[in-house]
């Protein structure tokens, strides 16, 4: 059963393939080229829709197990919509250590959903990942582009507060 969202407003319509057209014109089946080729497709509608993968398919000529293959070993490549904040918590040595996975815990909690999904409201989608390279600043998370640091859970709520707006993902104060 497929699942609806109702934030996919932030993506380009995929019953829109034009961007699909230059993208091949780019890639097409140059050798090596399948990577860019999803990358470019992924920037351009969000994340790997169905629709998009099985026309990309069918206009590159690869088969489309090859292009799921791919999409499916890599962990930079999506196969739903993500949230305007993608909020991605490590989990490497350092950071498990110093409390990680009381991190997403609190996460977790204050936007109400579990890991490796997105909020109602389309504003957050909360992953773990193996590292992020920041080992001295651990447990880490990047909220989008920003760094944040040195994380407490009892602090978790007002690093959310910054990016939740009017949207009210976060829970209110108890």
Do not use: W
């Not at 780019?26 to 992924?42: D, F, N, V």
């Not at 350092?94 to 999904?117: F, P």
């Amino acid at each position: 059963m497929a699942q609806e969202c109702s934030c996919d407003a932030r993506f380009a319509e995929t019953s829109d393939l034009g961007p699909l057209d230059d993208i091949i014109e780019r890639y097409g089946r140059e050798k090596g080229a399948l990577i860019p080729l999803l990358q470019e497709t992924q920037d351009a509608y969000g994340y790997l829709d169905e629709a998009v993968m099985r026309e990309l398919a069918r206009r590159a000529g690869y088969q489309l197990s090859q292009l799921y293959g791919v999409a499916t070993f890599f962990a930079q490549f999506r196969l739903k919509p993500i949230g305007e904040y993608l909020i991605k918590v490590c989990h490497g040595t350092a950071c498990h250590v110093a409390g990680a996975t009381q991190i997403t815990d609190e996460i977790a909690n204050q936007l109400d959903i579990k890991e490796g999904d997105t909020t109602p409201d389309g504003r957050f989608t909360l992953e773990s990942v193996m590292c992020l390279g920041a080992c001295s600043l651990s447990p880490i998370m990047l909220v989008g582009e920003d760094t944040h640091g040195r994380l407490k859970p009892t602090g978790i709520k007002k690093i959310l507060k910054q990016y939740a707006g009017d949207s009210g993902s976060s829970k209110e104060e108890e």
